[in-house]
């Protein structure tokens, strides 16, 4: 894509898309989250919740690989040893399957295991950075600060899963860093709805406090032109 940029209606205000300087992260679109028989159901989640958001996510990937726009993606999980999980994250509830144990698409949020990995709808292409993460935040011990910087990318444009979890918390640690984030709400989803819509309303509040909040028709519109 020819260097533009280009204007989009967003929550509080205009979002302008820089095109030499943007990337698109889409955030644990996983399997263990996404599919029945994984972490996210097991958990005793309604998957269908987060679903919703596959259809959206493929028609702005679609558009913006077309536009031949950076893509990153990221992956929650730990090392097969689990020397990365701290114990207060292991234990966390009662659920009867815990990270580090056998599920039905091996084990739960395991590097290298079929739940762990991406689902086949928004598969990475080559050349395509996937980011895998040990928490929350797809800054916390990774290297995509640096990655990022090297590409020369000051915003971000973010969807993924679960809204008021790991992309709020990204677009949190992105803003420390002096990224522009932009969360394109239908392309963004949790099991809880009222957390989806409370999560995004935190993101822009206050004059826009951690970005823009904008929707998936006019990112494609504006990259389209």
């Known amino acids: 894509m020819l260097h533009k940029t280009v204007p989009i209606a967003a929550n509080p205000s ?18 263990d989250f996404l599919e029945p028989g994984g972490f996210g159901e097991a958990l005793g989640n309604d998957v ?28 929650e999980g730990h090392r097969p040893d689990l020397f990365d999980l701290p114990p ?18 091996g084990r739960v949020l395991v590097r290298g295991e079929a739940g762990h990995d991406i ?15 040990p928490g929350k935040g797809a800054f916390f011990a990774t290297d995509i600060h640096a990655i990022l910087q090297n590409l020369g990318i000051t915003q ?50 206050q004059g826009g406090i951690f970005g823009w909040v904008g929707t998936s028709d006019t990112v494609i519109a504006a990259i389209s032109q």
């Open 156 to 205: 971000l444009v973010v969807t993924g899963v679960t809204t008021e979890v790991c992309v709020n918390t990204t677009i949190r640690e992105a803003n420390d860093r002096g990224y522009e984030c932009l969360a394109v709400a239908d392309c963004c989803a949790s099991y809880f709805p009222e957390f989806h819509e409370t999560g995004l309303r935190m993101i822009a509040a």
């Open 88 to 105: 207060a994250k292991h234990r966390r509830g009662d659920a009867p399957l815990k990270i580090g144990d056998v599920g039905p698409m």
């Open 14 to 31: 205009t979002f302008t898309l820089d095109t030499a300087h943007c990337a698109l992260l889409i955030i644990d679109m996983q399997r």
């Open 48 to 75: 269908s919740q987060l679903r919703r958001a596959i259809a959206p996510n493929m028609a702005l990937l679609a558009a913006w690989r077309a536009a031949k726009l950076p893509v990153l993606h990221t992956r």
């Open 119 to 133: 689902i086949p709808e928004l598969y990475p292409l080559p050349g395509e950075a996937v980011i895998d993460k």
